[in-house]
């Protein structure tokens, strides 16, 4: 059949300035689709595998969800935060191993800044169970002389071209403007201490300093704002007691993990303070079901333009045939059967369809090229585009597939008229 | 109050210990009822507690995670609810001790070592982009959620050597594998069950 | 060559005959001018000859084949083997160079590529015919549609001879070509007919080339006989 294949495409490449319209859509349908199956597996990706062995997150009570996507993804907010006094208690259980409590609300740049302890270093986990490793330099000392130290992730570091020793400054809020300089703790800044490895979670968009340096920080703001004519500069901070009242959240470790209901009953019925424990596995589950909902929401409807482009391929095709019939009698008077005929339209059909997808298929890889860096820096995903997955392939596979049925209706009829014109046809 | 989720909370657990009794029901609607019910078709069957031939993979349920002898619910049967009234104190102290004992429930030596076939609820714990590698495994639907937990002889905590792809939450499934015991200090708490699976399985109500 | 047995055909199914005809015989080799007004039929009749289409009574045979005892699969590649055709215009397909348009039979029927051969190959072939039909070599890579009507007329004939089919069809072939063109073409036709060994039936309306073809008949005339007799 390759010398039809030959012929069909000389005859669709003829009719180039009709079809190119048809190309288009398909293009069009078929980047949706591939996009939206590389964005859904790679955010479910670069979510299931930020955190590792922590058994409760514990917070103000909100909504699970929200909760997880704050403490660990550094997105969105929190509507309170919880007491150092519970996370002191919490600390005190029998059955918890460890605690590391998290502070957040300030940026830098637009990359969020966690406030902790040393201890999240050696606690916190990602993928499978895997330690943060640090590639240059060390953690912050936690101690009063080394207040103003901070470690950054990996991506801050390759973003911002940032080395050992680099002084920054950290502003309040955090979707923070990069030069909102009202907001910024210029007073105050931070040399960078240490370098992380890369992760591929949100961990290599963070900037880690101690809980203490933030109380240093925020000590003569009051309510989002520097107290006019109260300015304590840098090495006085010192001077006052700069453990801090309170948290935004806390990560646990427990002795044996069968305990957590119990935990997790604990601090949902603790008297004091309106908290709740979250599982880390358990509200990831929530946050598919709820992610699930809208995939399948844009899933169909992709489905939809694809099948509105592989329509127009038809109509296209079927109100050429009537100028084609003298062209289907020339290929009948040269010995073309009825059934090359239908091969030859059904070819031609395949052709376009393939030159829709292969273009659909530029196009996204384009489009998420050039969107990576924004998914990175605002959501923490990596988009991964090197090798397409099998459901990508799939996806382009059914278009083509429909693409080749549909091309079959018009194949028929031509069929039919090239039968019923014989060598001479009625135009 | 107080005394209907201790009545709650006494028939979930009862009902655990007494499943032959229960009526058969199928995978699905075990799954939609949110009371606690357990699947009778797990009950014990085969050599009683502790006896089982070495390299045999002995199906069981629940009851058998629980230790010959040991019974919570000792006072609360002593004692009269209908005479009791509403909110009195010696209702609230019964729940106290039995969730202490619950707390503090001895896992069943005699299982240990054993290679078990077991059915429950999927509780996630770590959950990689490969697939689910650990969870804890419950012996009712929403353990996580509404009730009160289970006793500590009722939480296994299961282990993957191959992460399992289609697992989600409060799934049901069989999973199978050498019973062991979880490692924990020694003058705090108590031991739980632990099991390093072989295999995951959807659950059905046929046996194999 | 071509033989009829007396046969009757209708467009419609219980319509009027468009054509009745009694017996015909054709020898190898030799050139038919068949002539009528419009519209009497001579279309319809080269369609039988085709085998593209079936009469309602009677048959139509081709070097001894009856069309109507092929199957539709093996009626296409009979033609495709033994028929070239040559419409009144538009034979060319527009999106393919000189080239490509006469070395098309070649691609669809086996036994035609296969005399080719002894010629060195179809393009070879196609050369040759090209030359014969006084297309120079600058024009064989040139789109179709860019030739002028007389030099498509030509490249058509080309295309019909290739490979040697036994019998050639030719529907009009000068009526849209200029006065001056349309002798030159005649010529060009029958002596390449004539050196193929091809039997050449051609249809007109334009009576003043008759006289070089071997026979002449008048397609009214004989519908006529048959009708009478």
């Known amino acids: 059949m390759n010398r039809l294949s030959e012929i069909a495409r000389q005859s669709a490449w003829n009719r180039r300035s009709t079809l190119v319209w048809v190309v288009v859509s398909l293009a069009l349908a078929?980047?949706?689709l591939w996009t939206l199956e590389r964005l859904r597996h790679d955010?479910?990706?670069?979510?299931?595998?930020?955190?590792?062995?922590?058994?409760?997150?514990?917070?103000?009570?909100?909504?699970p969800v929200q909760l997880l996507l704050f403490s660990v993804f550094h997105i969105g907010n929190v509507p309170q935060g919880m007491s150092m006094d519970s996370v002191r208690m919490l600390a005190q259980h029998r059955s918890v191993s460890w605690v590391v409590p998290l502070s957040l609300g300030d940026a830098h740049r637009g990359f969020p800044v966690l406030g902790t302890t040393a201890a999240y270093f050696q606690h916190f986990a990602y993928g499978d169970k895997q330690r943060l490793a640090l590639r240059q330099g060390a953690v912050f000392a936690d101690t009063l002389d080394g207040l103003y130290e901070a470690v950054i992730g990996a991506e801050v570091a390759r973003q911002m071209g940032y080395d050992l020793g680099q002084s920054i400054t950290l502003s309040h809020g955090m979707h923070g403007h990069a030069d909102g300089a009202h907001d910024e703790h210029a007073d105050k800044p931070f040399r960078v201490v240490g370098i992380?490895?890369?992760?591929?979670?949100?961990?290599?968009?963070?900037?880690?300093?101690?809980?203490q340096a933030l109380e240093a920080l925020h000590l003569d703001w009051v309510a989002g704002t520097p107290l006019p004519g109260g300015q304590i500069p840098a090495d006085q901070a010192r001077k006052f007691k700069l453990e801090p009242e309170e948290v935004t959240a806390a990560l646990v470790g427990l002795k044996t993990r069968a305990a957590v209901f119990n935990v997790q009953r604990f601090v949902n019925f603790h008297e004091p303070e309106a908290l709740m424990g979250v599982m880390p596995g358990v509200a990831l589950g929530e946050l598919w079901s709820v992610l699930g909902i809208g995939e399948n929401a844009l899933l169909a409807v992709s489905g939809l333009v694809a099948l509105v482009s592989i329509v127009s391929l038809m109509a296209v095709v079927l109100a050429g045939l009537n100028e084609r019939r003298r062209e289907l009698a020339v290929l009948r008077a040269v010995g073309a059967g009825p059934r090359h005929v239908l091969g030859l339209l059904t070819l031609e059909g395949v052709w376009v369809t393939c030159a829709g997808v292969l273009l659909g298929v530029l196009l996204a890889q384009a489009a998420m090229a050039l969107a990576t860096p924004w998914m990175q820096q605002a959501l923490g995903i990596r988009l991964q585009m090197a090798a397409p997955?099998?459901?990508?392939?799939?996806?382009?596979?059914?278009?083509?597939?429909?693409?080749?049925?549909?091309?079959?209706?018009?194949?028929?009829?031509?069929?039919?008229?090239?039968?019923?014109?014989g060598l001479s046809p009625r135009i | 109050m107080r005394w209907q989720t201790l009545a709650v909370s006494v028939l979930a657990v009862l009902g655990a210990l007494q499943g032959a009794q229960a009526p058969a029901q199928s995978a699905r609607e075990t799954a939609r009822e949110l009371v606690p019910q357990p699947q009778p078709a797990l009950s014990a069957e085969g050599p009683p507690q502790g006896a089982s031939l070495p390299g045999q993979v002995r199906t069981i349920g629940w009851e058998q995670l629980i230790p010959?002898?040991?019974?919570?619910?000792?006072?609360?049967?002593a004692l009269n609810l209908d005479a009791l009234k509403d909110n009195d104190p010696k209702a609230e102290e019964a729940l106290q001790k039995m969730r202490k004992m619950w707390d503090n429930?001895?896992?069943?030596?005699?299982?240990?070592?054993q290679t078990v076939r077991l059915p429950g609820y999927v509780v996630p714990l770590e959950d990689l982009p490969e697939g689910m590698k650990e969870f804890l495994l419950v012996p009712y639907f929403g353990a996580c959620i509404h009730s009160p937990p289970p006793p500590a002889n009722q939480i296994v905590h299961v282990v993957l050597d191959k992460p399992a792809k289609r697992l989600r939450m409060m799934d049901v499934v069989w999973i199978t594998g050498p019973m062991s015991a979880t490692k924990t200090d020694s003058h705090m708490g108590v031991a739980g069950?632990?099991?390093?699976?072989?295999?995951?399985?959807?659950?059905t109500d046929k046996k194999r | 060559m071509i033989d009829i047995e007396p046969l009757r055909f209708a467009w419609t199914r219980g319509g009027a005959d468009t054509l009745a005809l009694g017996r015909w015989h054709v020898g190898q080799g030799q050139t038919v001018f068949l002539y009528g007004p419009s519209g009497c039929g001579k279309s319809t009749l080269l369609g039988l000859l085709a085998g593209v289409l079936s009469p309602n009574q009677g048959r139509v045979c081709l070097l001894g084949q009856d069309w109507a005892a092929l199957t539709a699969g093996r009626r296409d590649a009979f033609r495709a083997d033994h028929v070239g055709v040559i419409f009144q215009q538009f034979n060319l397909l527009p999106y393919l160079n000189v080239m490509d348009n006469v070395t098309l039979p070649c691609r669809f029927s086996v036994l035609r590529r296969t005399r080719c051969l002894t010629a060195g190959g179809p393009e070879a072939c196609a050369q040759s015919w090209l030359q014969r039909m006084d297309l120079p070599a600058g024009l064989w890579t040139r789109r179709a549609d860019a030739l002028s009507v007389g030099q498509q007329q030509r490249v058509a004939a080309a295309r019909a001879l290739i490979g040697q089919p036994e019998l050639i069809l030719a529907d009009e072939p000068t009526s849209a070509l200029d006065a001056a063109l349309r002798q030159g073409f005649m010529d060009l036709l029958l002596q390449a007919a004539r050196d193929a060994g091809s039997t050449l039936v051609c249809v007109s309306h334009d009576e003043q080339q008759a006289a070089r073809f071997d026979l002449q008949w008048s397609l009214p005339a004989m519908q006529e006989t048959a009708a009478r007799g």
């Not at chain 2, 010959?68 to 049967?77: I, S």
Request: glycine share 6%.
């Open chain 1, 196 to 211: 992380l490895a890369p992760t591929g979670t949100p961990v290599d968009r963070t900037v880690h300093v101690s809980l």
């Open chain 2, 105 to 113: 429930a001895p896992i069943n030596p005699l299982l240990l070592g």
């Open chain 2, 68 to 77: 010959a002898g040991w019974d919570p619910y000792k006072d609360l049967k």
């Open chain 1, 30 to 32: 078929t980047a949706l």
């Open chain 1, 43 to 63: 955010i479910r990706h670069s979510f299931s595998q930020s955190v590792s062995g922590v058994d409760l997150i514990v917070g103000a009570r909100s909504s």
């Open chain 1, 389 to 421: 997955l099998p459901t990508q392939l799939a996806l382009a596979a059914a278009v083509l597939l429909a693409g080749l049925l549909a091309s079959l209706g018009p194949a028929w009829r031509a069929y039919r008229l090239s039968l019923a014109d």
């Open chain 2, 193 to 203: 069950y632990r099991i390093e699976a072989r295999q995951v399985a959807p659950y």
